[in-house]
């Protein structure tokens, strides 16, 4: 999560843009949801403002610790994590991640092993020795349009938004009607 964090500040750095508030950045992680470690991806969000409820977070599903961000009328940058920064990380959180591989949740990690790796070392590094960084001109990207329309379901009379309506036979109806997915599956 702090390299995430990280990430994300620098790129706000390298763009010279601040924290979003609004909805004019998009952060990209290349991360997928079957990768661990995904308290990366929470990480540019706290520093970016770039949040997945907003629609501002996509995962590209790369596999890779590397992000995107972009702001329309700027140029996009991609921040990656250095290989030395890596192989360095498993060193020197060698205790960390042995404690984390027998189960243990972060949580319940002894303070000193985390402050060993985060107060001691990590957060005194420079941007530059943990990541890379590329500006990319010319960066293509349609934002999904967001609909406020919403309209009553003619099933369960539910308010429901447009885009996720189906239609039979003239009627709208939700998801979970039209299809018959049951309340205990998702
Ligand atoms: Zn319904």
Redesign the pocket.
Known sequence: MPIGFLAGQYALELLEIDKEMNHQTYAFSEMSQKDSNGCFNDGIQASTGCTYGKGLMTLLGYGKLSMLLYRPGKDAVRVSLSNEFLDALLVKGAEFFQQRKAGKEPSDIPGRVVDQLLSDWLLKLEYKEMFRHEIIQGFHFKPVRQSGVRKK??????Y?YEPDLKVSNDKL??K??YYGIPRNSV
Do not use: A, G
């Not at 379901?153 to 539910?158: K, L």
């Open positions: 379901c003619s099933e369960c009379s539910e429901v109806i939700c979970p009607d």
